[in-house]
């Protein structure tokens, strides 16, 4: 057990809808990292948030959001859903702010839309 | 071509085999990340280095920085070592990580 949790594991949308994925971070750690992992993609950087603030951006659609709150949970919205949207997604936590440090990955939350 | 490239793609081995898995990559890098995936989907990290070498029990990860290369060995593998392993270079430019498309490991007893 990594200490990241996600929720939800699984969902399953239509197109055109929109979904909340929610992360919460191990205790102490500030960075909140978020990936997405399809079949013909692999593993993807979404985008970084540290202490509330977002710190880098990947590959990340203009149709998805993240925020990151006081508490550290983070939330990834994605909406206006396609079919090549379904994917796992993970969120990872680490302490400090640069990337360089070992990040503890959630279980995932395993979308699909139909 | 891919900013990370990971060989083999696929590799079966006979329990207790040394088994390496290579890393090339073309970005500058502050460090590298490789990580193990199991069948239910769930990411650990495996090691986190910059420089030289590093060993967790059977595991062992290596690093040049200014060949832009690194290896993951496994040293006696088992069956349980079965899995997919990543290896993630964190980008200088960008502050993120990229991704190799793994390497599916499956060890028979």
């Known amino acids: 057990d990594s200490g990241v949790t996600q929720t939800p594991k699984h969902l399953i949308t239509a197109t055109g809808q929109r979904v909340t994925l929610r992360c919460s971070p191990r205790?102490?750690?500030?960075?909140v990292y978020w990936y997405q992992q399809s079949l013909d993609q692999g593993l993807q950087f979404l985008i970084h948030y540290y202490n509330g603030e977002e710190r880098a951006k990947g590959n990340i659609l203009e149709r998805f959001s993240a925020q990151q709150f006081p508490d550290l949970h983070s939330e990834l919205n994605l909406s206006s859903l396609e079919l090549g949207d379904s994917a796992l997604y993970f969120c990872a936590s680490s302490l400090g702010l640069a990337g360089v440090g070992t990040q503890y990955f959630g279980p995932g939350t395993r979308l699909l839309v139909l | 071509k891919n900013e990370v490239e990971q060989s083999p793609q696929n590799l079966t081995a006979q329990e207790g085999e040394f088994i390496t898995i290579n890393c090339s990559y073309s970005?500058?890098?502050?460090?590298l990340h490789w990580l193990q995936q199991h069948p239910g989907g769930g990411i650990v990290s495996l090691f986190m280095l910059s420089s030289g070498k590093k060993k967790h029990g059977r595991l062992i990860a290596t690093i040049n920085i200014q060949e832009k290369h690194s290896s993951l060995h496994i040293t006696a593998s088992h069956p349980r070592d079965s899995a997919v392993y990543i290896c993630a270079p964190f980008m200088e430019y960008g502050n993120k990580l990229v991704f190799g498309a793994g390497t599916i490991l499956r060890v028979k007893s």
């Open positions: 205790s102490g750690d500030l960075s």
């Open positions: 970005v500058g890098i502050s460090a």
